[in-house]
């Protein structure tokens, strides 16, 4: 699964961005700002990670079961995981 950490512990701004976050195409490991909040593509994930990380107790999940995605939220970053290879929902 590809990954986009989304660095901010704002959920409501989150929530505005994350739409134009998806739609924003990215680089292997580039970095990107929109409206002051910093976003970057971190490469592959394997489900071993999501799993693991969804496991503990201070993590927040949330799933977007119509677009395939998966949304951690720990500390002071979401981090989006994609199904296959790509870089941005379209």
């Not at 739409?19 to 292997?28: C, N, S």
Request: overall charge negative; hydrophobic content about 35%; glycine content about 8%.
């Amino acid at each position: 699964m590809r990954c986009i950490s989304v660095y901010t512990d704002d959920y409501a701004r989150f929530s505005d961005l994350v739409d134009d976050i998806l739609r924003t195409p990215l680089g292997e490991h580039e970095e990107k700002s929109l409206d002051g909040v910093v976003f970057a593509d971190s490469g592959e994930a394997d489900d071993e990670y999501v799993n693991r990380l969804r496991q503990k107790p201070d993590v927040a999940v949330l799933r977007a079961k119509d677009r395939g995605i998966t949304i951690l939220q720990h500390g002071g970053v979401f981090e989006i995981f994609l199904p296959g290879q790509e870089n941005g929902m379209h």
